[in-house]
């Protein structure tokens, strides 16, 4: 199998679909704008070949590289980075080169609110009303409908990046005022944020699936630069699993990661099935961000970089998971006057800290400058030690 890995180096993690991907004999080809010299060793060693280029926003080049691959190694077999950013130009690249996977025509349902939308209401999952609106009078219109606060957020985005929550009227001109195009406007969900998260084969199958709940959301932790943590639950409520069963296949995932989002509103408890309770908020097709993959192989004792491969290459998923731990992600952030110093978390907390690394600048205002991964068979002691890790003066 040749697989083209598109930046094989970011997230610093992700070298290990490399590593898993070679161990299982496949050609894994990088392709990136990093120099040659400064990747892992490790990630070197993974690589059959690596091409690279000046600016990977130059599709001409990405092109140039895929032929010589081709000419070289001959038909290839799959491009990926498991990489928000780079999906669109991956699924360009697929359909261009004719690979498997994703292409240029299953974007907009993936990359387009609004598309998504519509999907999840065919697979009968709850939806938050929302509109892309063209005008100020649309804009207007559809407040009057849902009332306030809602939320603006540009239909094809990433996280809470340009999001804003609009309270009022005044507010509501200021953002008017911006002449922001592309935006989708949408009624304000309070509620717990779940997931759920997992892989699939080619087939389609379900192979693994995990579900995490959020401290908060991520709008609220950028624009009010609080901090975060999250943690995958040993117990996954039967609504969130239907629900995101229900998308899987209404969103034909084959072969990938995926990343859903849900609210739980606050009078909406767990039931046998979808329902107002559980309202849809976002697709990703792509494993979820930061030390997650990490926290798969935590919270199960499994190695999910190591399963990945086995599927990509085998269309097989080996490993058996029962969620015998929550593994929890805590940030901290620099600019914070936090009660307890690093050393004093190490010292309380060593049996219980799995991980811990500095957390790249790129997802710093969402997750802090700092991460720690803990874990336990227990709730209560996972939120003690999260409360002590961000706990102020």
């Not at 406007?185 to 199958?205: C, S, W």
């Not at 491969?309 to 940030?331: E, I």
Request: hydrophobic residues 35%.
């Amino acid at each position: 199998m040749n697989f083209v890995y598109l930046s094989p180096h970011f997230p610093p993690n992700y070298y290990l679909f490399c590593v898993n991907l070679r161990s299982f004999g496949a050609n894994v080809l990088g392709l990136a704008d990093e120099p040659y010299d400064r990747l892992a060793p490790e990630l070197k060693r993974a690589l059959t070949e690596y091409y690279y280029v000046r600016d990977m926003h130059n599709y001409d080049d990405l092109v140039r590289a895929l032929g010589y691959f081709t000419h070289k190694y001959g038909k290839l077999d799959r491009i990926d980075s498991h990489n928000e950013y780079w999906l669109q130009t991956e699924a360009r690249l697929r359909t261009d080169f004719n690979l498997f996977g994703l292409k240029v025509n299953d974007m907009p349902r993936v990359k387009c609110k609004s598309e998504m939308k519509e999907v999840w209401k065919s697979a009968g999952v709850a939806v938050a009303r929302g509109k892309v609106t063209r005008s100020p009078k649309e804009t207007r219109e559809f407040v009057a409908e849902v009332g306030y606060p809602i939320i603006a957020k540009p239909d094809v985005g990433v996280g809470a990046a340009k999001t804003y929550k609009i309270h009022n009227a005044q507010e509501l001109e200021d953002f008017l005022a911006r002449h922001l195009q592309d935006y989708i406007l949408e009624e304000f969900v309070e509620g717990a944020i779940q997931t759920f998260d997992g892989l699939t084969d080619r087939d389609g199958n379900l192979v693994f699936y995990s579900s995490m709940q959020y401290s908060q959301g991520i709008m609220e932790t950028v624009n009010e630069d609080n901090d975060v943590y999250y943690y995958t639950v040993r117990d996954i409520p039967p609504d969130i699993e239907q629900a995101g069963r229900r998308t899987v296949k209404a969103f034909d995932v084959r072969e990938r990661f995926f990343h859903f989002e849900f609210f739980r509103k606050p009078d909406g408890g767990p039931s046998g099935g979808p329902s107002d309770g559980v309202v849809a908020l976002e697709v990703n097709m792509r494993p979820p961000g930061g030390l997650t993959t990490d926290m798969f192989n935590y919270a199960n004792d499994l190695d999910i970089y190591h399963e990945w491969a086995n599927v990509v290459v085998n269309n097989r998923f080996d490993s058996r998971f029962s969620w015998p731990y929550y593994c929890c992600y805590v940030g901290r952030k620099s600019n914070k006057p936090y009660a307890h110093s690093h050393q004093e978390i190490l010292a309380r907390f060593n049996q219980r800290i799995v991980h811990h690394e500095p957390i790249s600048g790129v997802f710093s205002a969402a997750l802090g400058d700092y991460g720690y991964l803990v874990r336990s068979p227990d709730l209560d002691e996972i939120l003690a030690m999260t409360g002590f890790i961000q706990q102020k003066r």
